[in-house]
Nanobody, 120 residues
């Protein structure tokens, strides 16, 4: 079983920065993609940023140029550096980790979420 734990959320003023961390632990064969999603009240969960084990990344248009995703494969950890935060970035941020199974296929794990609140 794999556990995914996020940290680093909090309250920040508009224009400020936060860094989220997400660590996957447990009996991991190999991780493929890891990423960040967010869900604001009354809205659907949406992709924020995602990175593969090979280092390719993709971002939501709303965060391009402000957020940066990075990864430490040796530690099974992914980070999200968030700069120039806006009130509309307020949401619960969830980490996703895709485990490659020995028998083939993928299994997706989610963290419990961390709250990010940006005040105006």
């Amino acid at each position: 079983q794999v556990q995914v734990v996020e940290s680093g959320g909090g309250l920040v003023q508009a224009g400020g920065s936060l860094r989220l961390s997400c660590a996957a632990s447990g009996s991991i064969f190999r991780l493929n993609a890891m990423g960040w999603y967010r869900q604001a009240p009354g809205k659907q969960r949406e992709l924020v940023a995602r990175t593969t084990s090979g280092g390719s990344t993709n971002y939501a248009d709303s965060v391009k140029g402000r957020f940066t995703i990075s990864r430490d494969n040796a530690k099974n950890t992914v980070y999200l550096q968030m700069n120039s935060l806006k009130p509309e970035d307020t949401a619960v941020y969830y980490c996703e980790a895709d485990e490659v199974l020995i028998a083939g296929g993928l299994r997706v794990y989610w963290g419990q979420g961390t709250q990010v609140t940006v005040s105006s």
